[in-house]
């Protein structure tokens, strides 16, 4: 399980056990530790900020919830259909999760369709809680690719620069693999591209540019094209440089992907922005925070069994013109007759 990193350029050698701890017969890996941390910061972001959006944090994780399942699975899934000629002749292997093998953009399309399958049970609006989502996903796919610097995977096809990589993982990967499959011709004596690194830069200089964007978009959905479109570019210019892509013939499905997602994200956005500003009309596509509803919801203050907002406690006791409450008056007067007697 212990493996070694270097980066030979800049004088860096790292000894790494993919092991962090055992319980008992069980153990836990640093993938998995790096990837829950990826996912605990994406939460409390989502729950930091999910009342600027308009949205009602209790059932917010419910919707979580549900996004998640369906993410695990869709990324399996996604995975398997790419590579089924290693499945075929053991469909028990598929549930293996821990052997490895989640593909990531089937695990985008699982978790939006989680997210509308929550949103639609929990009555929560699908775009504004798509548009944190996606904040959600830039960090924790930026904190989860260093999971894979642990694995020492990921990487890219040889390069000079100073900051390439090499190690056991990454040679042995070379050796046992044609150029055909990684699409390169791969030499194991130069480092390679390190390109977990990469993808977890672009992914941060993505949340800072999101962070930004948050305060001035103008629709609900807006900061969902912009993921789209950030990740699209940065996929398709990446993925172009990895060993280990899922192919589609000769073509890599994630770079082909992220292109097309790329520029329909920024068409759609170029359209809508369009429509919004010759309309010069302030309630069009107003955010879904700025509505009544939107505010009552963020609130707490909305009943989704009425689909109106909540009603008022009333008093618990009635008090006479004096502020005294009833009963006490009563019991006064009677003391006040009693008195005259």
């Known amino acids: 399980m212990t493996h070694t990193v270097s980066f030979p350029g800049l004088g860096l050698e790292f000894e790494i056990n993919r092991v962090a701890f055992s319980i008992g017969s069980i153990d836990i890996y640093w993938y998995a530790i790096i990837i829950a941390t990826g996912f605990c910061l994406a939460l409390w972001f989502v729950f930091k900020n999910v009342k600027k959006f308009g949205i009602d944090g209790d059932r917010a994780i419910d919707v979580i919830f549900f996004a998640m399942i369906f993410g695990i699975v869709g990324a399996r899934l996604y995975f398997v ?18 052997g490895g093998g989640l593909g990531f953009y089937g695990g985008v399309i699982g978790g939006i369709i989680g997210i509308w399958l929550g949103c639609k049970i929990r009555k929560l609006p699908f775009w504004p809680f798509m548009d944190i989502a996606a904040a959600a996903v830039l960090i924790g796919q930026g904190v989860g690719r260093w999971g894979n610097f642990v694995n020492g995977e990921c990487f890219g096809c040889n390069t000079t620069l100073p900051w390439g990589m090499t190690g056991d993982n990454i040679v042995g990967y070379i050796l046992t693999h044609s150029s055909e499959e990684m699409g390169f011709a791969m030499d194991p004596l130069v480092p390679v591209h390190p390109t977990f690194f990469y993808e ?44 280990d892509s899922l192919m589609l013939g000769s073509f890599r499905v994630s770079q082909l992907l992220g292109g097309l997602m790329a520029a329909g994200a920024l068409i759609l956005w170029l359209v809508i922005r369009s429509k919004i500003k010759r309309t010069n009309d302030p309630s069009y596509m107003m955010l879904w925070r700025d509505t009544e509803t939107g505010k009552l919801q963020a609130e707490g203050k909305w009943d989704y069994k009425k689909n109106a907002p909540k009603e008022e406690p009333e008093a618990e006791s009635e008090k006479d013109e004096s502020g005294a409450p009833e009963e006490e008056t009563k019991e006064e007067s009677g003391a006040e007759e009693n008195s005259e007697e």
Do not use: P, V
């Not at 259909?81 to 821990?98: D, K, M, V």
């Not at 305060?215 to 479109?229: N, S, V």
């Open 81 to 98: 259909a790419f590579q089924w000629e290693n499945y075929a002749g053991n469909l028990a292997e598929i549930f293996n999760i821990r």
């Open 200 to 243: 977890s830069l672009w992914c941060a200089i993505g949340f800072a540019a999101y962070l930004f964007l948050m305060k001035k978009r103008r629709f609900d959905g807006e900061m969902t094209l912009f993921y789209i479109g950030w990740n699209g570019f940065g996929r398709m210019l990446i993925e172009g440089l990895r060993t």
